[in-house]
Structure formats: structure tokens, C-alpha cells
DNA sequence: CGCTATTATTTGATGACTCAACTACCATAG
DNA sequence: CTATGGTAGTTGAGTCATCAAATAATAGCG
């Protein structure tokens, strides 16, 4: 993670929990998520989210909607520029995961140890898809 | 590794790496290390380091000796506190890891996992031995 | 010996997170 | 309608780490 996290703040100017949360965002309907369940996502407290989504916003890479059935609610929407920047970020992080795990174990070590992390409690984060040839929604 | 913090905390008032610390003092030699070997055990720096054991002397689960051949050199020494201390915390975290890990995977299993994780770059972390029937340095 | 580079450690500033407290809103039961 | 309780989000204070810079000592080379 730490070398991820490198990588993407050098190449990028992303932490790894902005790139987690375009990448969520880009995969929910409509780009949009809100804050509350993208923090759950994230494993954050909303507090966290408030400040993280604070920087993306100043850059353009989300914006805010607020929701016309319940005032409590603002969602956090990614703008197009963070669909672009995504683009050039999950190829960073597709081929730092491929260096520091995909290069290191077989397809089918890789599937066996995604396995055994999965029979763990919170192990649903191991993402194998983007350790080998995988392009973590790089649509 | 959350919720080992948690448990650590709130049974021990200690910190994953409070409790790592002690570990790795009780097993060295004379219970000693120098503070920057103690940084790489840890994957932290030297001024992460200074300020952790800032808070161990506090509380006297540590202490200081100056090394007699290097005057840069001062070495973190585990007290009896400590050690008494690290005997306790044990019994938690190696409860928490077969909570975590050793109920969810047969011996097969976590060795299998063991393997392969140590397989990837910095992956000589993970300590199967704690979390089964293993009593991680409780002597 | 004297200079330079390297090593061990501490300090100050900063960043990213948490928690607790607060605001605002919604839902429901009387 | 109104009081009660739960939910979404923000804010302020504190924690724990980092980096960059400063200090002090050592090592080795001329």
C-alpha cells in the first residue's frame, strides 16, 4: 500500500484514498455517491470524508449535488476531469499492484491468497483483478 | 489490524506499535536496541520513533542507556514494567489474531497464507505463529 | 591532524485521520 | 402539530505519523 500510495502522490498528485474515491465513484450510478456511504466504502469516518472530499473538490476532480428527496443528504459527483484523471492514474496503479504482487506469484497463487484473504473478516478489499493484466475501471 | 489497536488500547492503554515495540525490545539481546534499528523494525522513521518512546518512558515501560563506544547512539531498553506489561498485552493480541485470522483458516490454510504472503516484497511481517495457538514472546 | 561525508537523533511544521459535539433535517407517534 | 429520536454532514481539538532541517558525533581520506 505504501508504495502505492508513492507512486500515485509522485505521478499524480493523488493520495491513495483519492484515487479509492474516484474509483468508487466512477463505478456507482451517475458518478455519485453520498458522502456517508462513500465513507463506509473508504473506511472512514465521515469527518474524514468531509476533509478528503474537500481537497478533490478545490481541484475539480468532484463537485456536490444535493439531493431533492432529503435535505440531509449531499451527494459527491465526479466530474469529468476526475473520469480523465482516473484514466491516467489507474494505469500507475494497476502496474505498481503488478509489480509488487502480480510479478511475485502465479495466477493461480494469486486467485488461492485473494481466497484465503476473502475467508477473512473485512478481506473483501483484496481487489486480485488489478495485479496482473487487470484495468481497474479504467473506462 | 484495527481491531488489534482497539483491544490493545482499551485493555492496555497501548498502541499497536507500543505493543511491537516492547516485542521487539524483549527479544534482543540485553532487551536493548538502538532507537534507528528500532525505526526499520517498525517502518517508521527515527522522529516517529523519538516520539513513541517519548511516550513508553513516560510510563516507564522503557527506558534509555547510552552506548558506550557511539556517542550518537542511545539504546531503548525494555524495564521489568515492560516486560511485565508485554506479558499481559500478549494474551490480547494473540487472542485478537486467532479471533481474526486462526479461526477463519485451517493450519493448512494460514500456512499456505503465510507463504504466500511472504513471498511479496516486505511481506516477512506477517507472524503465523501468533495466530493459532501461538504465544508470541510471552516468555 | 584537519576536512568532508555519513550516521543517529531530536525538533518544528504539516498532513491525515479520529472523536466528540454541534447543526440541520427527516420520520413517527402522541 | 409537536415532541422524540435517528441520520447526514461539518467543525474543533487532539493524536500519530511524516518531512525537512538542525545538532552532534564518527569515519575515513588527504
Redesign the pocket.
Known sequence: MRAVEARLRAEHRL???DFETLLHLSRAEHGAM????L?ERL???????????D?LEEVGLTG?RD?P???????SVITARGRKMLRLASCTHAAVCEELIGSHLSPTELEELSDLLGRLPGGDDFDAECCSAGTAATG
Request: glycine share 6%.
Open positions: 493520495s491513495a484514498n453520498r458522502r456517508i456511504d465513507a473506511r472512514l469516518t465521515p469527518s474524514g470524508v468531509t476533509r478528503l472530499l481537497g456536490r439531493c428527496a432529503d435535505a440531509r443528504v449531499t451527494y
